[in-house]
């Protein structure tokens, strides 16, 4: 379903020229330009990864989609809507279609409300009835794999992964059609990063949410991707298919990266995602079938 050449081809997030300042302090020096005229697209359905060194831009791009960076210059646009130039109330609705996992899942979780209020908090500010939100909580820790009963429980009582899990189903809560990943995986050991970046996958198939991934990693990026858009100071210096851009970059830039990053299994690199996905159903049948036995 998620596969690029089935989704529909009219992008859901289009950025035109975009222009980011940051004023600086100091008498009449000019600002500086965090964003200098980038570009990009995002399909329905399809993971856009953003990847490049630390202060390139990355974030700057996710929190201008949110409303949040202070624009200078060219457009974004949702759903064929100029996003830059939108009422308050407007900004409110559009919030349910895009919506925002952090990094940090120890600081994004309220440590003093329950999991049940958390998730119900996006449901009930949004007009939701309280039954219906129950049934929509227990709905989403079924998609990201919690139980349900982690409703009653608090943030502390969970690890940092089982917290992303939260962070994620919240951000699902409204049924958003884009969901910025600002490294939703950076904070957390390896083999939890790949279950998390898994469950990103299996939701989307699921739901046909269009992520767009930050993150400096660029084997995170390249596992989870459809297209890939690399970042340095400010630009977009080369975009493409995931496995083109991160298995024969055309950049310099993009050359170094790789070349920084830690080289996938042989195996693992030449199963595409959706092989991959029957692999790792196979893989959960034979565990299942191995503990029965047990
Ligand atoms: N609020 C701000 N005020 C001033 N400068 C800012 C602000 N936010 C970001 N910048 C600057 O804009 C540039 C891009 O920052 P951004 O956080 O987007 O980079 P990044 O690629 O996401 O880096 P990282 O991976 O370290 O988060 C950096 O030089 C940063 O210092």
């Given amino acids: 379903m998620t596969d690029v050449a089935s989704v529909a ?10 222009e980011v300042e940051f004023p600086v302090k100091g008498w009449r020096r000019p600002p500086f330009k965090a964003l200098k005229g980038v570009s990009l697209d995002i399909l329905p359905g399809e993971t856009m990864g953003l990847v490049g060194e630390s202060g390139s831009g990355k974030t700057t791009i996710g929190r201008a989609v949110l409303g949040l960076a202070p624009i200078a210059g060219g457009s974004i646009s949702f759903d064929g809507r100029d996003t830059t130039r939108l009422s308050r109330a407007d900004r409110r609705a559009l919030s349910a279609d895009i919506q925002v996992v952090f ?14 209020d958390i998730l119900a908090e996006p449901l009930l500010t949004s007009g939701t009835a309280r039954i219906a939100a129950r049934d929509r909580i227990r709905e989403l820790l079924d998609l990201v794999n919690l139980p349900s009963d982690a409703a009653d429980r608090l943030p502390r009582e969970f690890s940092g992964g089982q917290r992303q899990r939260v962070a994620i189903a919240r951000a699902l809560a409204l049924r958003p059609r884009l969901v910025v990943c600002d490294e939703p995986v950076s904070a957390l050991d390896l083999s939890t990063q790949a279950r998390v970046l898994d469950l990103f996958i299996d939701i989307q198939e699921k739901t046909g949410v ?4 930050v993150s400096h990693d660029l084997s995170v990026v390249r596992h989870i991707s459809h297209r890939v858009a690399v970042m340095y100071r400010g630009e977009i210096v080369e975009t493409g298919d995931a496995a083109a851009v991160t298995g024969a970059p055309e950049h310099p830039y993009t050359q170094r990266l790789l070349m920084a990053a830690p080289v996938p299994h042989p195996k693992r690199q030449a199963v595409r995602r959706s092989e991959r996905h029957a692999l790792l159903a196979s893989q959960r049948a034979s565990d299942a079938a191995r503990e029965t036995v047990r």
Avoid: H, R
């Fill in 103 to 116: 990094q940090d899942p120890y600081t994004s979780l309220n440590p003093a409300m329950t999991i049940g």
């Fill in 9 to 18: 081809e009219q992008p859901l997030l289009t950025i035109s020229g975009l």
């Fill in 210 to 213: 269009a992520y767009l991934f």
